[in-house]
């Protein structure tokens, strides 16, 4: 059985900080690219941060989160993760792990999300 759990969220107050967890089963978490995206109310599902399977050698962000964002991944522990410092009212959203597969013959993976609010 093939599962994204994320954990993590909660709310926070502006400038304040959260770490995003994504623990991942039932697949080679290894050979999936890691994405993290965001849904805010009302709004379409966003790109905030992607990471290549071994971790080092592509790792890209939104615009709006770069040097406040920082994803990484621990493939011995098939997690990958999202800290996010100095947060803006903006940055609230559920936040969903996906795993991008490495060719089309694999599924793509979604997890159920996590809720980030922030606001004094």
């Known amino acids: 059985q093939v599962q994204l759990v994320e954990s993590g969220g909660g709310l926070v107050q502006p400038g304040g900080s959260l770490r995003l967890s994504c623990a991942a089963s039932?697949?080679?978490?290894?050979?999936?690219?890691m994405n993290w995206f965001r849904q805010a109310p009302g709004k379409e599902r966003e790109f905030v941060a992607t990471?290549?399977?071994?971790?080092?050698?592509?790792?890209y962000y939104r615009d709006s989160v770069k040097g406040r964002f920082t994803i990484s991944r621990d493939n011995a522990k098939n997690t990958v993760y999202l800290q996010m410092n100095s947060l803006k009212p903006e940055d609230t959203a559920v936040y969903y792990c996906?795993?991008?597969?490495?060719?089309?013959?694999?599924?793509?993976?979604w997890g159920q999300g996590t809720q980030v609010t922030v606001s004094s």
């Open positions: 996906n795993g991008h597969p490495p060719s089309s013959s694999f599924p793509n993976y």
């Open positions: 039932g697949f080679t978490f290894s050979m999936y690219t």
């Open positions: 990471i290549s399977r071994s971790g080092g050698s592509s790792i």
